[in-house]
């Protein structure tokens, strides 16, 4: 059995290391004790895929100071995380969203595009970001979903663009 879960060392590590966005989602009225469980935590890396093959492999490192803004099923923007630095160099996190439908949009820097996404096998850091429009996979953050994880991800590889 862990001591610790994944979510509890995020948050240990953001308040260290970096902050974590609210996703500046309403709690539902009358909600108290019970939203605090309902709410779910998404989030994921942004890595420098130096082979382009979609998934981080040994030695290729989080960047730090990317945007990512997490939309949502409209396509709105209802909130805005950057990056850390330091020992989660590469993570952003979105906290306390409702359940719904969502995608998450990474502002690469400049200098940088997409690599090939859907690569990676069960349980590797693999992009999930379609490089013609800059969002991941669509996720649907059910109340289930947030009951049982503690953390949906969407990673996002960058490569530097073709000159």
């Known amino acids: 059995m862990k001591s610790i ?3 509890a060392a995020v948050i240990i590590s953001a308040f260290v290391f970096g902050s974590i966005a609210s996703a500046a989602v309403p709690a539902r009225p009358g909600s108290g004790a019970v939203y605090e469980r309902t709410v ?3 989030g994921g890396t942004i890595f ?3 082979d382009a093959d979609g998934v981080q492999g040994p030695g290729e490192r989080g960047l730090s100071g990317v945007a990512a803004h997490l939309l949502d099923a409209a396509g709105e923007r209802i909130a805005t995380a ?3 630095a330091h020992a989660c160099e590469g993570l952003y996190i979105f ?3 409702i359940p719904g ?3 998450v949009e990474i502002v690469p820097p400049e200098g940088y595009g ?3 996404p859907g690569m990676g096998a069960p349980g590797e850091t693999a992009s999930t970001v379609d490089a013609a429009n800059g969002t991941t996979t669509t996720i649907d953050l059910t109340e289930e979903a947030v009951q049982t994880m503690d ?3 969407r990673d996002a590889g960058l490569v530097p663009a073709a000159a």
């Open 82 to 84: 950057e990056t850390f």
């Open 40 to 42: 779910g935590t998404i």
């Open 95 to 97: 906290s306390g969203v």
């Open 5 to 7: 879960s994944v979510l």
């Open 48 to 50: 420098l895929d130096t």
């Open 151 to 153: 953390l949906v991800v």
């Open 101 to 103: 439908n969502y995608t």
């Open 114 to 116: 997409f690599t090939v």
